[in-house]
Structure formats: structure tokens, C-alpha cells
């Protein structure tokens, strides 16, 4: 599981959030590997953090384009 997961995470939650008006309490990643059908998972409780760390990088992916 990569850091940048907790940041897409972090979008579809706000996407939900905002379709739903509910609030989701905490996220969950779940990553299966190709080769063997093993899986990793970890949840995610820090909500905001990773929803501000997201809007971060889309500003800074648009002031680059």
C-alpha cells in the first residue's frame, strides 16, 4: 500500500461525502496481489489530513499546466 493511495482514497471519499451528505467515519484500503490472490489492507482515520493533502496536489498539478 503506497501513500498516495491514502490521497485517492481521500477524493472518492469527498466525492461520496458530497453526492451521499453523509460523512464516512474512517476509509479502507484493500490492495490484492496479481500473483499469488494474497491481499493487504489498512484503514485510514485520518480524514481530513488526506482530504487537505489532495486538494493540495490538485492545485499544484493545475498551476503546473
Keep these: 500500500i503506497y501513500s498516495e493511495m491514502f490521497f485517492q482514497c481521500a ?30 489492507f489498512m484503514e485510514l482515520h485520518e480524514n481530513e489530513k488526506d482530504k487537505k493533502a489532495f486538494l493540495a496536489a490538485v492545485e499544484l498539478k493545475n498551476r503546473l499546466i
Design 11 to 40: 477524493a472518492y471519499q469527498m466525492a461520496w461525502e458530497q453526492q451521499n451528505k453523509k460523512k464516512i467515519a474512517y476509509r479502507l484500503i484493500v490492495k490484492f496481489s496479481k500473483d499469488d490472490g494474497s491481499f493487504e
